[in-house]
């Protein structure tokens, strides 16, 4: 794919999503190295890396990870991966890799299938303020 950041992670996220969009409030505070971008999943560059990796996002139902001519991820993994990133306490949660990927995104799809009843959706995709703006593509 063309024009996207180099060296850069991309996250692709429910831009409807309440808890998606609080979970990428949550990455962007601990991003200090300036890791990550995002894409809403709806958005034309959603739609067009999904394409790209061969993922429906009608029926994925997961954040994506794309690593840019290297890989991508879905659901638990792509969770992991990101927390990895932190280097903080927040890495610990690595732990959970000990777990079969089964289990994990079994419970994933759990609440990946609940968010909008327990955490609401937004009409439309959230708008990153001024000073948040060059963190999305």
Same mark, same amino acid.
């Given at each position: 794919?063309?024009?996207?950041?180099?060296?850069?992670?991309?996250?692709?996220?429910?831009?409807?999503?309440?808890?998606?969009?609080?979970?990428?409030?949550? %990455?962007?505070?601990?991003?200090?190295?300036?890791?990550?971008?995002?894409?809403?999943?709806?958005?034309?560059?959603?739609? *067009?890396?999904?394409?790209?990796?061969?993922?429906? =996002?009608?029926?994925?139902?997961? %954040?994506?990870?794309?690593? =840019?001519?290297?890989?991508?991820?879905?659901?638990? *993994?792509?969770?992991?991966?990101?927390?990895?990133?932190?280097?903080?306490?927040?890495?610990?949660?690595?732990?959970?890799?000990?777990? =079969?990927?089964?289990?994990?995104?079994?419970?994933?799809?759990?609440?990946?299938?609940?968010?909008?009843?327990?955490?609401?959706?937004?009409?439309?995709?959230?708008?990153?303020? =001024?000073?948040?703006?060059?963190?999305?593509?």
């Amino acid at each position: 794919m063309q024009n996207l950041p180099k060296n850069k992670k991309i996250i692709l996220f429910d831009g409807i999503c309440n808890l998606c969009n609080s979970s990428v409030q949550f %990455i962007i505070e601990r991003d200090k190295k300036d890791v990550f971008r995002f894409v809403a999943l709806q958005s034309e560059l959603g739609q *067009e890396i999904c394409n790209y990796v061969g993922v429906n =996002p009608k029926i994925t139902d997961s %954040i994506i990870l794309y690593e =840019p001519g290297t890989a991508y991820y879905l659901k638990s *993994e792509a969770a992991l991966k990101i927390v990895a990133e932190f280097h903080s306490v927040y890495s610990l949660l690595g732990i959970f890799k000990i777990f =079969p990927i089964g289990i994990r995104d079994s419970i994933y799809d759990y609440i990946a299938k609940n968010r909008y009843k327990w955490y609401g959706k937004k009409e439309q995709c959230m708008i990153p303020t =001024p000073e948040l703006k060059a963190k999305f593509l």
